[in-house]
């Protein structure tokens, strides 16, 4: 074990997890707005809406996130069509890309969260605000809504930290994040153990405090 | 009977295990023409595999040729996953402070590349640099690269002496992205997400060749320096461990340098390097 070299590579990897907790944050919110609109997709009762957001999310659970981060990266860049339309402007850049991958997988799995909540919800519930004569767009937003977000909580949470671990992934197109920085020392000092221990650890942080905050929101709003 | 047979079994197991532990493994990346990569089927290939076994021919021992990425070479090497590295990696000081290198077999420049019609092309510097001699024309040189570079993504493989060149401070602060393989480079290069990339030059002019883009090499070829002295094969340092383990890998320094001897003075590794690279790049 060579404590300098832990001492040293610490502050380096700390100063990385803010780019992974950014990634982490960013494909989050844009993964939730597409996870509640493709799993709203799923409840109405159509038919070809419904086929729609079933393939999205069986294509994004279906293969493996590094296999979509490349075509995302790799895969775009070498066609000539898409490197000349403004697609490029944003597709040019690593961060994006990994943004757009992350998001959308993560959006995948969303919507199946949120789908099964939203179907779990007791129509007694729907039933007693069309009783008293509340519209169907309020019933939806204040009823419908909060109760499939509570019922989702635990899944979600989970879902927050496979995807602090998916971010990982990052790397492999040039970001320089935890696991990046991480690559990067021992390419230059050539112990791994040290610095992926180091590493390890702040993941293992991260992922408690993401615990605990979920932990904490499902005491909030239990019922 | 049974007794002698279980003897038998017993000797001939001690056989298999000391052959094994007389076995040389070499660990090589498989990603980086024409020094070392893979055919079709998946088989490694190139000048240091077709060397590695000449080599072994010349040491007289059986050999294993082992893959490994380069970003975990020389940590591979240390964990004792195989004795010895032959992958275009560069005799450098650095590198020198955790392993040891035979004397060098080949020596290559390095080269900036940029696609065709990039602002860089035709930029105003010598043929060559040699880091190490240093001097007007070689400051110069840099000044102008300096000036090039600037504002520009530069783009290298992980862990290579081009990555500790760009992160030398000899060019000024440069925009460095590093990828994992020279391939995932070039792909980038070619996508115009690099303006400008570093390597080996061998490794652009295969990669132009094998995929017919307009890849060009731009500036001074570099040598010396953060280029390190040639490449050699790399090795484990014998006192990072006594014993018997560290004895065998003393020995294995000394086989690999009469090894490489021999096959200079017959020309093998001429041969070879002109048959893979198109020069003869041996030293």
């Known amino acids: 074990m060579d404590i300098e070299l832990i001492l040293n590579s610490f502050p380096?990897?700390?100063?990385?997890?803010?780019?992974?907790?950014?990634?982490?944050?960013?494909?989050?919110?844009?993964?939730?707005?597409?996870?509640?609109?493709?799993?709203?997709m799923r409840i109405k009762n159509n038919i070809f809406l419904g086929k729609l957001a079933y393939a999205y999310s069986y294509i994004f659970r279906g293969t493996p996130l590094l296999v979509q981060i490349f075509i995302i990266y790799y895969g775009f860049g070498q066609v000539e069509y898409i490197?000349?339309?403004?697609?490029?402007?944003i597709?040019?850049?690593?961060?994006?890309?990994?943004?757009?991958?992350?998001?959308?997988?993560?959006?995948?799995?969303?919507?199946?969260?949120?789908r099964s909540a939203f179907q779990t919800i007791k129509p007694g519930f729907i039933e007693a605000g069309?009783?008293?004569?509340?519209?169907?767009?309020?019933?939806?937003?204040?009823?419908?809504?909060?109760?499939?977000?509570?019922q989702s909580l635990p899944a979600y949470g989970n879902e927050i930290i496979l995807m602090l671990k998916g971010t990982s992934l990052a790397s492999t197109v040039t970001l320089?994040?935890?696991?990046?920085?991480?690559?990067?020392?021992?390419?230059?000092?050539?112990?791994p153990i040290e610095v992926f221990i180091i590493a390890g650890s702040i993941y293992l942080f991260i992922t408690f405090i993401i615990h605990n905050l979920i932990k904490a929101l499902e005491k909030k709003y239990s019922f | 009977m049974i007794k002698k047979f279980s003897i038998g079994l017993l000797f001939s197991l001690f056989l298999t295990i000391s052959a094994n532990a007389d076995k040389i493994r070499i660990g090589t990346e498989g990603a980086y023409p024409p020094w070392n990569s893979k055919d079709a089927s998946g088989k490694l290939i190139g000048f240091e595999v077709e060397l590695a076994w000449a080599l072994c021919r010349y040491i007289g021992q059986q050999c294993e040729i082992v893959e490994?990425?380069?970003?975990?070479?020389?940590?591979?090497?240390?964990?004792?996953?195989?004795?010895?590295?032959?992958?275009?990696?560069?005799?450098?000081?650095?590198?020198?402070?955790?392993?040891?290198?035979?004397?060098?077999?080949?020596?290559?420049v390095a080269s900036l590349a940029v696609m065709k019609g990039s602002d860089l092309e035709g930029m105003d510097t010598p043929e060559g640099i040699n880091l190490s001699l240093g001097g007007g024309s070689v400051n110069k040189a840099l000044k102008t690269l300096t000036g090039a570079l600037a504002g520009k993504t530069v783009c290298t493989q992980t862990g290579t002496i081009h990555q500790n060149f760009l992160e030398s401070g000899d060019v000024g602060k440069v925009n460095v992205r590093t990828y994992k393989t020279q391939d995932d480079v070039n792909l980038d290069l070619a996508s115009g997400r690099c303006d400008v990339a570093l390597a080996a030059a061998v490794a652009?002019?295969?990669?132009?060749?094998?995929?017919?883009?307009?890849?060009?090499?731009?500036?001074?070829?570099?040598?010396?320096?953060?280029f390190g002295n040639g490449v050699g094969v790399g090795l484990r340092q014998a006192s990072q461990l006594g014993g018997t383990l560290g004895e065998r890998d003393a020995q294995l320094l000394n086989k690999f340098n009469k090894a490489i001897d021999q096959a200079r003075k017959d020309g093998v590794i001429s041969r070879l390097a002109i048959k893979h690279f198109g020069f003869d790049a041996s030293m």
């Open chain 1, 12 to 40: 380096k990897l700390l100063s990385a997890s803010v780019t992974t907790l950014k990634l982490l944050s960013v494909s989050m919110i844009i993964g939730l707005f597409i996870g509640l609109f493709f799993a709203i």
């Open chain 1, 83 to 89: 490197r000349e339309s403004f697609l490029w402007v």
């Open chain 1, 91 to 114: 597709l040019k850049e690593p961060y994006w890309c990994a943004i757009i991958a992350f998001a959308l997988n993560t959006g995948a799995y969303t919507s199946e969260i949120l």
């Open chain 1, 130 to 150: 069309k009783s008293l004569g509340v519209p169907n767009k309020i019933i939806f937003y204040k009823i419908q809504i909060p109760i499939a977000i509570r």
């Open chain 1, 176 to 191: 320089m994040d935890l696991t990046g920085v991480a690559k990067f020392i021992i390419s230059t000092t050539f112990k």
């Open chain 2, 68 to 108: 490994q990425d380069w970003d975990g070479m020389i940590p591979a090497l240390q964990m004792r996953k195989f004795d010895a590295i032959m992958a275009g990696m560069s005799i450098t000081d650095e590198r020198k402070k955790v392993i040891t290198f035979s004397q060098g077999y080949a020596d290559e």
């Open chain 2, 204 to 226: 652009f002019t295969d990669y132009a060749e094998k995929s017919g883009k307009p890849v060009i090499l731009v500036g001074p070829t570099f040598s010396g320096g953060a």
